[in-house]
């Protein structure tokens, strides 16, 4: 007889789309240590495949990047472990 383990919240964690304004900046995938964020539009590509520590600083840190004047960067304001 097999066994099932109640999943732990990461297991039970989807990804989620990351919308600001009308832009689709990008997806976050859950993962070990947090959620890595994938651009979807060019305008966020610097932080594509940073690793943040939740879905809401993956947010602020693509609204941070979308503000008129934002610096282009080659690190993320909010980079996470």
């Known amino acids: 007889m097999s066994t099932l383990t109640d999943p732990t919240p990461h297991d039970r964690m989807t990804a989620r789309i990351i919308e600001v304004g009308e832009t689709t900046a990008g997806i976050a995938v859950p993962e070990h240590g947090g959620v890595r ?36 960067l080659r690190q993320p304001l909010l980079q996470a472990v």
């Open 37 to 72: 964020f994938y651009s979807s539009e060019r305008s966020f590509d610097t932080l594509d495949g940073t690793l943040f520590r939740s879905f809401e600083q993956a947010t602020r840190a693509a609204r941070e990047r979308s503000r008129p004047g934002a610096r282009s």
